[in-house]
């Protein structure tokens, strides 16, 4: 197991060390002068010329990446081209509305999804149709648009919420709802299948036929044995949610980590860019760590040599 | 300026000294949420809380307003866009500012307007004694001078510095700011001395606006570059919290005392305005109509018209065409455009009626370079109408009746797609096939500056309502290839441009640029589009709003009822 945990952890870190060669790759392949990006279009050459040493674009590439590496394992990631601000703590000064929204979020969608995806599994017929119906709503329909029904409908109809912004519970349902309901309809196939999966195999029939309630057999045998794929997309769900839900922040008008990654993009502010798709990429890749270290857990049958 | 709330920022962005404009404003906010401007519509068709109820509250209540852009900057140094400009101009102080209509000064730090001395070279400002900044330097000579220093050296990255470069010893210091500038001399306390290497008619203007506000000297040296999340001014409100993407917000700073006692210097007249940042234009409406907001800046440019026929919302909008210019420009200096004839057929084949529809009414069509509020501006030129027909014969006539092929570059925001289609749909009438590149804002500027751009759109905001801030920033031939896009180039142009500047008869002054204007319009350098509107949602009970032409919101002149 030990083994296993340092073999994914020394993957852990490749990935990031790929993701920001590729990153940093990108982000100077692409015909834009940054020192003129912060001098303005009109500044004299010799202000922009000032300015790319300061920012020391003059050296070779190879030299500008081996010191921002250099730097990002001390914990510096530079200040912002546009605000000035330190990269690291702007990162985390917004985690936290996106942490928010992202565990309120995956809880919706676990919520709905899991429980919709045990009872498709379990009945049958006007029920599943119902749900079939969820799911593929759930699937079509785009983040923004239920986002702004949502907004429309229960905030400016009927005034139940703010209107975007932040500030307390009241302020953290409707983007947790958009993105529980667009999310929910994976969760409950990925429980439907799996329940699906479970309730053939003999160890269900073997408890029905002990006498065990419906209820009993099928939560405490059937969905535990069920909850592995559950499990692996939570990891990633989180995961992704973590690095940035972009859209529904831009639609909420949420100040969080997605919508600093799409500013830092509009304004090819290239520290931040950096910043957040590391940030973003690590919170994937750990989240994915821990996941698969906790399926010993989850599952006996499961062990790591 | 441009209207950058951008940036973009820079788009947001912002640009150099002289600027370009960045994006379109509103229009680029509104078109955003273009998916959600239908339920706006609906709204407008009935639904909503009821535009009665406006936000009501006490007047004491923080006065709350919502931007989709981030605000850039809010240090004076910095800030080059109409999100900046007003916040730095409610809590920093200059030595003069504008009048209400723009086209005056009225002293604020310094005593009176100076007049100029030695031919034009010289301005003596008396300042005020008392002003001190929230901790407690006051506001003084030194600080002034420290300040516009500040601007021209290099490291503080100042895009505006240009401004500033013709005080005697400035471009010199910006190359090695080591020293003082020569020309900025401490006379006593309160009391400054500029001089410049040439007589200029706009330097009271460059003395006017936010990159010449006083600043600390011991405060920026202690942040460094935090002072631009962390200010500290000496206007009217002070900044309580900024945080980027997020909020500002702005408190009374109780210790300003109106020092001249004209109206547009005055004291907070509310004690708090709170800034919500990354709202999208529809819910910005919505957040207004239903009371939850008293001022949207953005406006979802699919609906405009709808809401501004809705008799509602009446009360609601408020609105000023800007001192700005869109144009389609082409490489003068190259074939096919070195002939007169093919610029002319260009005049008539572009159908700038239907460019103003495809935006909503957002902007105002125009025939010439000058904006409508900028003093110069000549109603008496009529343009030419809409004509393909006539455009192909001066095709033929310059040898293209076959027409022939442009490469066309325009940014990518998304208005922009929606004029350069009109413009690719006209030229295919005339038989002219364009390429559009539709590129980021950046990489728009780097082609730019290139100066391998054949033809596309440019835009042009006031950095200063003078109208040598079109005239000679986008004609003269020393701003080939950046801000002259045309590679427009006529040396008795440029020499009455040098003429004007120096001008010191304001009327005199005016017809020199109505003349110079009409010599350009007439080597058709360009094809002026349109002139792009100021558009605002606000709250009835929200007084003091007046649209201003240079900071376009004056916050410290707000307050509710």
């Known amino acids: 197991m030990a083994a296993y945990a340092l073999r994914r952890i020394a993957w852990v870190v490749f990935t990031l060390f790929l993701v920001s060669v590729i990153t940093f790759l990108i982000a100077f392949v692409v015909p834009v002068n940054p020192a003129r990006v912060v001098a303005g279009p009109n500044a004299p050459q010799s202000v922009v010329n000032s300015i790319y040493h300061q920012l020391g674009l003059d050296r070779p590439l190879y030299d500008q990446y081996l010191s921002f590496v250099d730097r990002a394992v001390h914990g510096d990631f530079g200040r912002s081209y546009r605000t000035q601000e330190e990269v690291l703590p702007t990162i985390l000064q917004r985690f936290p509305y996106t942490a928010e929204l992202a565990v309120a979020g995956v809880i919706v969608e676990l919520v709905i999804g899991v429980t919709t995806g045990i009872v498709v599994a379990v009945k049958r017929g006007f029920v599943e149709g119902i749900s079939n119906l969820f799911v593929l709503i759930g699937l079509a329909i785009p983040q923004f648009w239920l986002g702004i029904i949502l907004l429309f409908f229960l905030a400016y109809k009927i005034p139940l919420f703010p209107l975007g912004g932040t500030g307390g519970l009241k302020a953290l349902i409707l983007p947790a709802l958009t993105f529980g309901i667009t999310g929910a309809a994976f969760y409950t196939r990925m429980t439907r299948a799996g329940m699906l999966e479970v309730l053939n195999e003999d160890y269900i029939r073997t408890a029905k036929a002990k006498g065990l309630s419906q209820s009993a057999v099928i939560l405490k045998h059937a969905f535990r044995n069920a909850m592995r794929v559950v499990v692996t997309m939570f990891g990633m769900d989180l995961g992704y949610a973590l690095g940035g839900l972009l859209v529904i922040e831009e639609v909420f008008g949420w100040p969080g980590i997605g919508t600093l990654a799409w500013q830092a993009v509009q304004n090819q502010d290239i520290p931040m860019i950096m910043g957040t798709v590391l940030f973003a990429s690590f919170l994937i890749v750990a989240a994915n760590l821990v996941i698969d270290l906790l399926y010993p857990l989850l599952d006996p049958r499961v062990a790591y040599d | ?561």
């Open chain 2, 1 to 561: 300026m441009t209207r950058k709330r951008g940036e973009d920022e820079a788009n947001p962005y912002t640009s150099g000294g002289r600027r370009r404009v960045s994006r379109r404003d509103f229009l680029k906010a509104g078109g955003a949420s273009l998916a959600g401007a239908a339920l706006l519509g609906a709204a407008g068709c009935g639904g909503g809380q009821g535009g009665s109820s406006g936000g009501g509250g006490s007047a004491s209540r923080p006065i709350q307003v919502t931007t989709q852009q981030d605000i850039p900057h809010t240090d004076p140094a910095l800030g080059y866009d109409t999100l900046s400009w007003p916040v730095i101009h409610a809590t920093f102080v200059t030595l003069i500012t504008y009048n209400k209509s723009g086209e005056g000064f009225v002293p604020w730090a310094a005593t009176e307007v100076p007049k100029p001395e030695n031919g034009g070279h010289k301005y003596v400002f008396n300042i005020h004694k008392g002003l001190k900044f929230t901790d407690g330097e006051p506001v003084n000579a030194q600080a002034f001078k420290y300040a516009i220093e500040r601007v021209l050296d290099p490291k503080t990255k100042s895009p505006v510095a240009d401004f500033y470069t013709n005080i005697v010893g400035g471009a010199a210091y910006r190359k090695n700011p080591k020293g003082d500038v020569k020309g900025i001399k401490v006379l006593s306390p309160y009391r400054i001395e500029f001089d410049l290497e040439k007589p200029d008619q706009t330097f009271l203007q460059t003395m006017a606006i936010p990159p010449a506000s006083a600043v600390p000297q011991k405060a920026v040296e202690k942040a460094g570059p935090n002072f631009d999340t962390h200010p500290v001014g000496s206007g009217p409100f002070m900044v309580k919290q900024f945080s980027h993407g997020s909020k500002l917000i702005l408190v009374k700073n109780k210790s300003y005392k109106n020092p001249s006692g004209s109206p547009e210097t005055t004291e907070a007249k509310s004690n708090e305005i709170d800034i919500t940042i990354g709202i999208s234009p529809t819910t910005e409406i919505q957040r207004v109509e239903s009371g939850q907001n008293d001022y949207a800046f953005d406006f979802p440019s699919a609906q405009y018209n709808q809401v501004k026929n809705n008799p509602k919302y009446k009360s609601y909008i408020k609105s000023a065409v800007s001192n700005t210019l869109w144009y389609l420009f082409y490489n003068t200096q190259q074939k096919p455009f070195t002939d007169p004839k093919v610029r002319l057929a260009f005049q008539y084949a572009i159908d700038k009626k239907r460019i103003a529809q495809v935006l909503a009414g957002l902007v105002v069509p125009t025939n010439q370079i000058l904006p409508p509020h900028m003093p110069g501006y000549d109603p008496s030129i009529k343009g030419y109408p809409y004509d393909p027909e006539k455009a192909r014969s001066l095709l033929k006539e310059a040898g293209y009746g076959n027409g022939f092929h442009i490469e066309f570059w325009d940014q990518n925001t998304s208005d922009e797609p929606k004029v350069d289609q009109v413009i690719q749909n006209n030229l295919s009438q005339i038989g002219i096939k364009m390429t559009l590149h539709s590129i980021s804002f950046s990489e728009w500027i780097s082609k730019i500056e290139s100066g391998s751009a054949q033809a596309g759109v440019g835009a042009w905001s006031q950095d200063f309502p003078d109208p040598s801030d079109f005239l000679d920033v986008l004609f003269n031939s020393n701003q080939i290839p950046t801000n002259n896009q045309s590679h427009y180039s006529n040396k008795t142009v440029d020499k009455e441009l040098a003429q004007a500047l120096i001008e010191t008869n304001h009327k005199k002054r005016l017809a020199m640029y109505q003349k110079i204007q009409r010599q350009i319009l007439a080597d058709n350098p360009i094809v002026p589009l349109y002139n792009q509107k100021a558009v605002y949602f606000v709250n009835p009970k929200l007084k003091g709003t007046d649209i201003h032409p240079v900071f376009y919101q004056i916050y410290q002149q707000w307050y509710l009822t």
